[in-house]
């Protein structure tokens, strides 16, 4: 019977031979599977050249050297997430953000905060701000003999960022955010559910294992696109190994997925309180110890990324940003892509970063 005698046809599902490789295709991946092999274990990911220009405990700064004569005296200091590590912003010489900035002329620097230990577990979000980020900036404003600096946050990153901005908003000329959470009230994001605090006992993770564990943010990070995770991303490797660029960006993209690391036991434990649990930060309400946090008091230039297809941090969750600062000049742009996309896709990289740098050189001091 064909599928137009029956109607039922079209919504059967595939047969089980659908998901085996033809003969030809099953030879042409064995052959290639000792260059795969060779690609994975020796890809190299943030490897620009670069110096340490300034260290305190485990916190490194990283100064990357270019290869065209820098444009502006404005130097850029670049902060990640806590969670993962920093050379996503420097993944593979033709998806980096590090690059897109030297190119353009730019004198680039980047935070690696370093890997937490149990003895780092008491460290809180008042000493990553005022302490780590202020002597961070500090450092790099002598060594460049500038009054104030540019900064750009990533996620985690670019929230700390905020609350840096705001409570020294006299050392910076700009600020830049990428898929940086602000506000915690929108419902489309499942983070914010699953960390309910009816659900979610964060005392009680940090109290068992004095950090948080990188498997369990692993995990639940994984669980977001579980199909696409775990399943998904598998069938098109199989469908593109035979490519040696694909295999290089995913070797690359595995190896940085994979390399996650523990986050300071108190800072967890008050970031998922404050921000995710009570949403202190967009009320005004966020205390770093006697500091309170208010946006208002950033006046430097804005420009606040975000992508549409942020299953992490969800649009909603940056896009109050701008209205919340006491800014004048200040510029959001929505790119189609999703939270790591805005970093490696190679879309972002031809159409995006090259705003950012127009944006970035228009408000920065030349030499």
């Known amino acids: 019977m064909t599928t137009m005698q029956n109607p039922f046809a079209a919504m059967m599902p595939p047969s089980p031979m659908a998901f085996f490789p033809t003969y030809e295709g099953m030879m042409e991946r064995m052959a290639a599977m000792p260059q795969v092999m060779e690609t994975m274990q020796n890809v190299k990911v943030g490897s620009s050249p670069r110096s ?122 700009n600020l830049i955010l990428m898929a940086a959470p602000i506000d915690w009230s929108d ?34 990070f994984g669980m977001l696109k579980p199909a696409a995770n775990y ?15 694909f295999v290089e960006e995913f070797a690359a993209m595995e190896t940085w997925g994979n390399d996650n690391i523990p986050v300071a036991g108190e800072t ?25 946090i208010d946006l208002k008091n950033i006046t430097c230039p804005i420009l606040n990324l975000m992508a549409s297809n942020d299953h992490l941090v969800t649009c909603g969750q940056s896009a109050m940003f701008n209205d919340l600062v006491g800014s004048t000049d200040r510029k959001a742009i929505t790119f189609k892509t999703g939270h790591i996309g805005l970093s490696v896709s190679s879309r972002a990289h031809k159409e995006l970063w090259p705003q950012v740098c127009a944006w970035l050189g228009e408000r920065s001091d030349e030499l």
């Open 52 to 173: 340490v220009v300034y260290a305190e405990d485990k916190l490194r700064v990283l100064h990357y050297e270019s290869v065209v004569e820098k444009k502006y005296t404005t130097p850029l200091v670049l902060s990640f997430a806590l969670v993962n590590r920093p050379y996503i912003l420097d993944l593979l010489p033709h998806k980096s953000v590090v690059q897109q900035f030297l190119k353009a002329g730019f004198d680039v620097y980047l935070i690696d905060w370093g890997v937490p230990t149990h003895n780092d577990r008491h460290l809180t979000i008042e000493h990553y701000v005022t302490r780590y980020m202020r002597n961070v900036l500090s450092a790099v404003a002598d060594l460049t003999n500038v009054d104030e600096v540019s900064l750009l946050g990533y996620c985690m990153g670019g929230t700390l960022s905020a609350m840096y901005a705001s409570l020294f908003p006299d050392t910076l000329k």
């Open 187 to 220: 419902d489309e994001s499942l983070l914010i559910r699953w960390t309910d605090p009816k659900y979610y006992d964060v005392d009680a993770i940090i109290d068992a294992y004095g950090n948080a564990p990188p498997h369990i943010l692993q995990g639940a």
């Open 231 to 245: 399943f998904e991303k598998y069938i098109g490797f199989y469908e593109r190994m035979t490519s040696q660029k």
């Open 268 to 292: 967890f434990r008050q970031f998922v309180k404050d921000c995710f649990q009570k949403n202190l930060l967009s009320q005004g309400k966020m205390r770093l110890g006697r500091h309170k």
